[in-house]
């Protein structure tokens, strides 16, 4: 039977084999590398979304024959290097994946070469350094060091070293580190009952996240506020670490292992008892939600986390429809452009940050859905950075038209570091100065709270 021209049905994704030995094998991987590119090939519909396919679409039609087989095999990592395992691709472009029979998973392919890579120790030492959040982030909250370290982010002749020693870009935005953690300075949860909606539970555990507890913890605070307004009892997981992301992405999957023992025992007792668990940033609640379930299916702690997991407006928005959530907005928002990051997306949960944010009287919403090129580490290397604003570029732009007219008055995205991307975007090219704002803050600004 001839092969069928796309797919009707859902995507579906099959396990990672991260622990069989063939996943480790070179020329097993090279050979599906090469039957995967040789599809990509033939279709070219993911062009515009990363810098992957561009590099490889020149590979093929610079080399001698026009063809994948005129590229040499080890030009291949220049395609790996270029994925940061937004998902897009998967989720929303190819019309191959899997239940179609040709089986095409570009992000996990490109995650199986770069678990080659990292253990073959071809990745730079920085780059693990780059991507251990919980190492560098130990440092907020102490005085001194927390007023040295954000000097370096805005020192000239720092950042060129910087740039040098850790490869990041001297150009790059770099996020300040808090002098009060999140953690520490969390108000406790009022004693409200806890209603459970018909598909909410009455009650949270919020899982901080590296990003918030160390960098921006204002974030934290708003969802708190906004819990509290809505009579929502919530307590902070009493132990967590960073959820492995930025390890999954430089292919350390033992670092995502120890993440995984270290975090899904303690979410695991939440989830049992009843706690919605949120995370506000979407990588972290995509890693639970997706990429750990994938690399442990058979685990029952695992399986239930997943289930628990929710984004915060994913939450939010569901509490409004139990009837459960507070519409009191006391204050519009004017003009807003709001993106929606990748990994927003691949969470499958619609536009609820988007639902909640046209609530709001007197406010205009438009709602982006294109990749902002941050992509966790690779916006701020020095080997991804330009490319990560030019990816975005497209996105800086239709956001500084509002529909309404003219600027907007807030910028805005779900992920945090991409948020600060897209202003340095507006700010490169010169597309005005709107205030940028977590969308956990316009909406606590919505609701006139402190």
């Given at each position: ?305 997943r289930d628990a997991m929710w984004d915060p407006f994913e939450y939010l928005a569901q509490r409004q429809r139990d009837g459960l959530l507070k519409t009191d907005f006391k204050q519009p928002l004017g003009k807003v452009s709001y993106h929606v990051p990748c990994h927003g997306r691949v969470q499958n949960i619609g536009r609820k940050t988007e ?72 700010e490169r090219n010169g597309l005005g100065e709107p205030r940028l704002a977590h969308p956990l803050t316009l909406l606590r600004m919505a609701y006139g709270l402190d």
């Amino acid at each position: 039977m001839a092969a069928r021209e796309g797919s009707l049905e859902a995507p579906t994704r099959h396990p990672i084999a991260w622990r069989e030995p063939d996943f480790y094998d070179e020329e097993q991987a090279f050979t599906e590398l090469h039957r995967i590119f040789e599809i990509c090939h033939g279709c070219r519909r993911c062009v515009s979304l990363c810098g992957s396919f561009p590099t490889l679409f020149d590979l093929v039609d610079e080399g001698a024959t026009g063809e994948l087989d005129g590229v040499a095999r080890q030009d291949y990592w220049k395609v790996v290097d270029q994925c940061y395992l937004c998902d897009l691709c998967y989720m929303t472009k190819c019309p191959y994946v899997p239940p179609h029979e040709w089986n095409v998973d570009f992000p996990h392919t490109m995650l199986r070469a770069k678990a080659i890579k990292f253990k073959s120790g071809a990745v730079p030492r920085r780059d693990s350094l780059l991507a251990s959040t919980d190492v560098h982030g130990q440092l907020a909250g102490i005085p001194i060091v927390v007023q040295a370290a954000n000097a370096v982010n805005h020192t000239k002749p720092a950042r060129a070293v910087l740039e040098k020693v850790m490869g990041v870009d001297r150009n790059a935005w770099l996020p300040d580190l808090a002098t009060r953690r999140f953690r520490s300075g969390a108000r406790q949860s009022d004693d409200f009952p806890a209603k459970d909606g018909a598909k909410t539970q009455g009650k949270v555990a919020i899982f901080s996240t590296c990003y918030i507890n160390y960098n921006e913890p204002g974030i934290g605070h708003d969802l708190l506020k906004l819990l509290q307004h809505n009579e929502i009892p919530y307590v902070l997981v009493n132990k967590e670490r960073c959820c492995g992301m930025p390890k999954l992405e430089i292919g350390d999957l033992e670092a995502v292992d120890k993440a995984k023992q270290a975090n899904i025992p303690v979410l695991a007792r939440y989830a049992n008892d009843g706690y919605a668990i949120l995370a506000a940033v979407p990588s972290c609640a995509l890693m639970f939600k997706q990429e750990i379930p994938l690399m442990y299916p058979g685990d029952g702690d695992v399986q239930a986390v997943r289930d628990a997991m929710w984004d915060p407006f994913e939450y939010l928005a569901q509490r409004q429809r139990d009837g459960l959530l507070k519409t009191d907005f006391k204050q519009p928002l004017g003009k807003v452009s709001y993106h929606v990051p990748c990994h927003g997306r691949v969470q499958n949960i619609g536009r609820k940050t988007e639902e909640l944010l046209k609530m709001v009287p007197d406010t205009s919403v438009q709602t982006i859905e294109r990749c902002s090129g941050h992509a966790g580490t690779y916006g701020v290397k020095k080997a991804g950075h330009e490319m990560a604003m030019k990816i975005g570029k497209p996105l800086f732009k239709r956001m500084a038209e509002h529909p309404q007219g003219g600027a907007p008055d807030y910028i805005s995205s779900d992920c945090p570091l991409g948020g600060h991307h897209i202003a340095q975007g507006f700010e490169r090219n010169g597309l005005g100065e709107p205030r940028l704002a977590h969308p956990l803050t316009l909406l606590r600004m919505a609701y006139g709270l402190d």
